[in-house]
């Protein structure tokens, strides 16, 4: 079996018009349908929801339910809020100056632009809580292939030490041995 692609990933949302409108209109991404169901196909469970479908670009699409006979949806208590996000590449610095300058416009507090080495991120909140970023690759191929090359040993050291690994700095500052 090989994987081809990410048909859609899909989380929860307090209410499926804010968050269409959101990801639409902030983020550029197409709403492209909605099912809708009193009971869940899989299960056979009365739940009725709103399942919509957004474009988040080379055929990846992003999904919301919205579940309104559920508890209110809270976060994971044990995982910080950084930890679980939904990263999200643009082209250019440019793109992720101005996608940054729209969502404070609109309103978004926005964390960055955070240099991670081989890319740039920033960091904000959808209406429902999620934590996303948005993140600009940069240097070209020659940073991700470094990283590619360690990926291996960097796994096997932080499992025997959990301590960020001696890979870590020289992948970040892009300064090989240090």
Request: proline fraction near 7%; include cysteine.
């Amino acid at each position: 079996m090989k994987i081809t692609r990410i048909h859609h990933v899909a989380y929860r949302c307090n209410d499926a018009r804010e968050t269409v409108d959101f990801y639409r209109d902030l983020l550029g991404m197409e709403f492209q349908l909605a099912f809708a169901e009193d009971r869940v196909p899989s299960t056979g469970e009365h739940d009725p929801y709103l399942h919509v479908f957004l474009d988040a670009g080379m055929g990846n699409v992003l999904a919301f339910f919205e579940l309104p006979h559920q508890a209110p949806m809270g976060r994971d208590p044990n995982t910080p809020p950084w930890v679980q996000h939904i990263a999200f590449e643009v082209e250019s610095p440019d793109a992720l100056a101005a996608a940054k300058a729209r969502l404070e416009a609109a309103g978004h507090e926005v964390l960055g632009p955070v240099d991670h080495g081989i890319f740039d991120s920033v960091y904000f909140f959808d209406p429902n809580g999620h934590r996303l970023e948005l993140a600009c690759n940069k240097g070209g191929d020659a940073p991700r292939e470094r990283a590619r090359a360690v990926a291996e040993d960097m796994l096997a050291e932080w499992t025997r030490t959990k301590r960020a690994p001696r890979h870590a700095r020289w992948l970040h500052d892009g300064v090989e041995g240090s």
